[in-house]
Structures are given as structure tokens and as C-alpha cells.
Antibody, heavy 124, light 107 residues
Framework: QVQLVQSGAEVKKPGASLRVSCKASGYTITSHDIHWVRQATGHGPEWMGWMNPNSGDTGYAQKFRGRLTMTGNISTNTAHMELDSLTSDDTAVYYCARSRVPLGGVLIVVFDNWGQGTRVTVSS | DIQMTQSPSSLSASVGDRVTITCQAS??????LNWYQQKPGKAPTLLIS???NLETGAPSRFSGSGSGTDFNFTISRLQSEDIATYFCQQYDDVPLTFGGGTKVEMK
């Protein structure tokens, strides 16, 4: 059974960097794209970007370009998301999500499995 | 960016009621729309893909319809376990975007 298990909650200072991990089990990470979505309290989800763990190809939402990096570690079947230059606006729960269509990029994006979420608080 | 306007933002209904949520896209997205259920403190769960395809294992009381810019999500007979927030998501264009959510509460 497919499962995505994320790293634990983080508290960061403004200006710091964030790294969240997403360990996959039940399937090989190279077979499906991984997307990252965040959700601030009381708001709808916000898509951040995607990664093809097989090729390393990535695509980031415009608002995050320049401070967002998505990578994958095939040996540990884990995806990582790094967000730099944090501000209080980055306070949210961060989710990794698997796209059902194998390696479809952003052509057909149906999130069939999600991580449990990582709560991130950015505060001085 | 494609804006997804979801309404209502919240609703209160009784067990057995029919509940309908709408999602309006700012551009024609064909049927490239999914619906998710999110219970408090949990990750979203996919219920409907491609506007009207019910996920395997999802109760048949859930349904979706629509195409282009106007979409509906319906719970035919509300059950207590359906108390959650529901979101639509388009994948016609990037950035992928979600509706603001509809919180369904029990009356």
C-alpha cells in the first residue's frame, strides 16, 4: 500500500531555510511525480511545484522561483523540498502528494496519495 | 492564473440532506477538475477525478458534474462521517489551483 511519510514539525526564524522530507513506501519513487502543496490555516491549498524523481525535472510556481528546490534520493525512496528566505507568510502545513499518472508532469495531475503534512511555523 | 471560486464557504445540514457545492473556474478547464475531502488535522483525500469519476472505494453518495467553467459536487444523503472541508482543484494549467474550500457542518 502506498504511503508517504513526512518529516516532523519545524519552527524557523525569518530568513532561515526549510527542508522537508517525504519518504515513500509501497512503490518506487521514480515511477510517479511528486508535488508539494502547502496550506495556511483557514485557507485553501496552494500548489508549490512538482518533481520527476526519475529525471530530476522540476517545475515551480512562479511565486516560489528562486527560493524553492525539489530533489529526490532514489536510494532512500525519499523526496525533499527546500524553501529559502522564510518569512511569516510561509507559516503553513506543507504536504507532499503523489500524482496518479506516472511521470505526467503537469499534464494530468490527480493527487491520489498525500503525506500526513508537516507543520511549519516561521516566527522571530 | 486560473481562479477557482468555491461556494458556499461553509454550510450546515442534517443527516440525510442533499448537499451541493459549486466550483467556478475563471477560464474554461474542460473536465480537468478534482474534488478532495479533508478532515480536521488530516491530509486531503481524493474523491472525484476528471469532474465526475468517483474514486474506487469512495461512497456512491458522492458525485461530481460539470465541465468548462461550472462544476458541482453533491452528497446525496449526508452522513455524520462526511463532516469535513471539501476542495476543488484544476489541472488544466499551471499553476495548479484549488478552491477556497467548503466546510460542511452538521446542523
Amino acid at each position: 500500500q502506498v504511503q508517504l511519510v513526512q518529516s516532523g514539525a519545524e519552527v524557523k526564524k525569518p530568513g532561515a531555510s526549510l527542508r522537508v522530507s517525504c519518504k515513500a513506501s509501497g512503490y518506487t519513487i521514480t515511477s510517479h511525480d511528486i508535488h508539494w502543496v502547502r496550506q495556511a490555516t483557514g485557507h485553501g491549498p496552494e500548489w508549490m511545484g512538482w518533481m520527476n524523481p526519475n529525471s530530476g525535472d522540476t517545475g515551480y510556481a512562479q511565486k516560489f522561483r528562486g527560493r524553492l528546490t525539489m530533489t529526490g534520493n532514489i536510494s532512500t525512496n525519499t523526496a525533499h523540498m527546500e524553501l529559502d528566505s522564510l518569512t511569516s507568510d510561509d507559516t503553513a502545513v506543507y504536504y507532499c502528494a503523489r500524482s496518479r499518472v506516472p511521470l505526467g508532469g503537469v499534464l494530468i495531475v490527480v493527487f491520489d496519495n498525500w503525506g500526513q503534512g508537516t507543520r511549519v511555523t516561521v516566527s522571530s | 492564473d486560473i481562479q477557482m471560486t468555491q461556494s458556499p464557504s461553509s454550510l450546515s445540514a442534517s443527516v440525510g440532506d442533499r448537499v451541493t457545492i459549486t466550483c467556478q473556474a475563471s477560464h474554461d478547464i474542460g473536465n480537468y477538475l478534482n474534488w478532495y475531502q479533508q478532515k480536521p488535522g488530516k491530509a486531503p483525500t481524493l474523491l472525484i477525478s476528471d469532474a465526475s469519476n468517483l474514486e474506487t472505494g469512495a461512497p456512491s453518495r458522492f458525485s461530481g458534474s460539470g465541465s468548462g467553467t461550472d462544476f458541482n459536487f453533491t452528497i446525496s444523503r449526508l452522513q455524520s462521517e462526511d463532516i469535513a472541508t471539501y476542495f476543488c482543484q484544476q489541472y488544466d494549467d499551471v499553476p495548479l489551483t484549488f478552491g477556497g474550500g467548503t466546510k460542511v457542518e452538521m446542523k
